[in-house]
């Protein structure tokens, strides 16, 4: 076996122990941020909390992660990811313990502030790792892999913190949750390493991108706000699915912890596919933008029409069929999203470019519970709240269709 094959061989390897690492690391990352939607009627109950307070103290993760993502994104594209997200996960880790031992909203809100602060890096520093691993044509599906823990971990959470629940009560959740999280930090600092340089290739330093440039480009703000409606869609499923379970659909605790799981495994797949179709629209000759954007506009437009549709189901089985749907096209967009954000940014910006369009995407994300909060405790029904969320993912995929056109160039 020659040394190029032998490199090339090591290098396959070094990239899917990367992608399985991000993928664990993601999955952390997702079952400590649901796991307060699964525990919220608990808290609502216990600190007697109204649907409107309820709504603020879910959405108070979303704008700390927000808030943080534009110097994330900076990090990103300059710190050793070792470094960067080892850190970041031993303090998200630490704020999720703290909040099993919150005495009251303040202390709970200013954990789940420090929450979003450590999870802010997960991403764009994924987004750095698969495009210094992959090539090109292996990037859409590697993409899929680590942004399909947006969905294994919600689909894994309601089981594993119910029966943590059941158990230990809420707080011994978080608690138990948070130390799982300090021993995921552990082994991503004991095996991930930088790829080695491909041999006899040329070291050249790709142009410095300046902010004021990014921020000139058409295409990222269409990201961005496109990406609002994304993430409005994303999050009244992940902060409010088990509470509209078990209000509107009438299932008890231990009937949620599984059936919240079950939306969020199709989740997985279609997170998966989008990946894959990225890969093979572009493989077909499709451009790198066009063939992130028909899989990204039709799966978030699908996910709108599907979560219409629970509006009008009859019964518990038929809304989480319908919402299963609606999850299994979303996480379709969400990949191609993250996949577009790749194949979109300069070469020295993706970290930054993957966070401003993150911002749109938690900006809608942090509305979502506040939103569906006010809307329950005025209507007392879910109607109204699955019908914005319809409209905020249809009017998402409009503005990708129209906006987000062309690379932004370095």
């Known amino acids: 076996m020659g040394a190029g094959a032998a490199h090339g061989g090591e290098r396959r390897a070094g990239a899917r122990l990367a992608l399985g690492l991000?993928?664990?690391?993601?999955?952390?990352?997702?079952?400590?941020?649901v796991a307060l939607s699964l525990a919220s009627p608990q808290i609502a109950a216990?600190?007697?909390?109204?649907?409107?307070?309820?709504?603020?103290?879910?959405?108070?993760?979303?704008?700390?992660?927000?808030?943080?993502?534009?110097?994330?994104?900076?990090?990103?594209?300059?710190?050793?990811?070792r470094r960067l997200l080892g850190a970041a996960m031993l303090l998200w880790s630490a704020a999720q313990a703290a909040s099993g031992l919150a005495v009251g909203l303040p202390q709970l809100i200013a954990a789940r502030l420090a929450l979003g602060l450590g999870e802010s890096p997960q991403f764009p520093v994924a987004a750095r790792v698969t495009r210094s691993w992959f090539e090109p044509k292996h990037r859409g599906l590697a993409t899929g892999v680590f942004n399909s823990a947006s969905t294994l971990g919600p689909a894994l959470a309601p089981p594993i913190v119910t029966a943590l629940m059941l158990g230990f009560g809420w707080r011994g959740a978080f608690v138990a949750t948070g130390l799982a999280g300090a021993a995921v930090a552990l082994v991503w600092w004991t095996l991930y390493r930088d790829p080695p340089a491909t041999p006899g290739e040329a070291v050249t330093a790709?142009?410095?991108?300046?902010?004021?440039?990014?921020?000139?480009?058409?295409?990222?703000?269409?990201?961005?706000?496109?990406?609002?409606?994304?993430?409005?869609?994303?999050?009244?499923?992940?902060?409010?699915?088990?509470?509209?379970?078990?209000?509107?659909?009438?299932l008890t605790m231990l009937q949620t912890g599984w059936a919240a799981s079950i939306?969020?495994?199709?989740?997985?797949?279609?997170?998966?596919?989008?990946?894959?179709?990225?890969?093979?629209?572009?493989?077909?000759?499709?451009s790198p933008m066009a063939s992130r954007k028909a899989p990204l506009v039709c799966g978030l437009a699908l996910g709108a029409g599907f979560t219409g549709l629970a509006l009008a189901a009859p019964?518990?089985?038929?809304?989480?069929?319908?919402?299963?749907?609606?999850?299994?096209?979303?996480?379709?967009?969400?990949?191609?999203?993250?996949?577009?954000?790749?194949?979109?940014?300069?070469?020295?910006?993706?970290?930054?470019?993957?966070?401003?369009?993150?911002?749109?995407?938690?900006?809608?994300?942090a509305a979502a519970p506040i939103v569906t909060g006010v809307l329950v405790e005025a209507t007392g029904a879910f109607a109204a709240p699955l019908a914005v969320t319809a409209g905020a993912g249809l009017a998402g995929a409009l503005?990708?269709?129209v906006g987000a056109v062309r690379p932004i160039r370095a």
């Open 22 to 33: 991000l993928l664990l690391a993601g999955v952390v990352n997702y079952i400590d941020r």
């Open 46 to 81: 216990e600190l007697h909390l109204r649907p409107s307070r309820t709504g603020v103290l879910l959405s108070a993760f979303l704008w700390a992660y927000a808030l943080a993502q534009a110097p994330a994104g900076a990090l990103a594209d300059r710190a050793p990811p």
């Open 206 to 250: 790709a142009p410095s991108v300046g902010w004021s440039r990014l921020l000139r480009s058409p295409t990222l703000w269409a990201m961005a706000v496109g990406n609002f409606g994304s993430g409005y869609v994303t999050w009244f499923y992940a902060a409010w699915l088990p509470s509209y379970l078990e209000a509107a659909r009438h």
């Open 263 to 286: 939306p969020y495994l199709f989740g997985f797949v279609g997170s998966l596919g989008g990946g894959w179709a990225c890969d093979r629209l572009a493989r077909a000759g499709l």
């Open 315 to 365: 019964g518990a089985g038929w809304a989480i069929a319908a919402i299963s749907a609606a999850l299994l096209f979303a996480n379709v967009a969400t990949a191609s999203i993250w996949a577009l954000a790749v194949v979109a940014a300069p070469e020295r910006a993706v970290g930054r470019v993957g966070a401003i369009q993150n911002i749109g995407g938690f900006l809608g994300g």
């Open 399 to 401: 503005v990708y269709l």
